[in-house]
């Protein structure tokens, strides 16, 4: 192995050992609500959208039978942004109804597309 990948490694791995203990340590009340409402959700909902980007990804290489299957190839990317550029262009990027318009428009040029 490289040794500057190993010594990358090490140094990582030192860093994400080390770093629970370091700064101000937040107890009871205030400590809970950074852990259980802050934190834990962000980070299940990083694990959630990574496997979700992970599973389509696994998708569009199985149907097309390519390992090098991209959103891009069957031009999923393009409708997308055309949809956000639609959405933009004609409302702006505010929210009708408490629904963000330009990702709505980006999903349906996405879908559309496909």
Not at 92 to 101: L, S, T, Y
């Amino acid at each position: 192995m490289n040794l500057r990948l190993l010594v990358a490694l090490f140094i990582s791995l030192g860093i994400l050992l080390v770093s629970p203990w370091l700064g101000a340590s937040l107890e009871g009340q205030e400590g809970e609500f950074v852990l259980w409402q802050l934190r834990v959700p962000r980070v299940i909902m990083g694990a959630m959208v990574g496997a979700t980007l992970g599973l389509a990804g696994a998708v569009y290489q199985t149907l097309f039978q390519n390992p090098l299957a991209t959103p891009s190839t069957v031009g999923t990317t393009a409708g997308a942004a055309l949809g956000a550029l639609g959405a933009l262009v004609l409302w702006g990027a505010g929210m009708v109804g408490g629904v963000p318009v330009v990702a709505v428009s980006a999903f349906g040029g996405a879908l559309v597309v496909t």
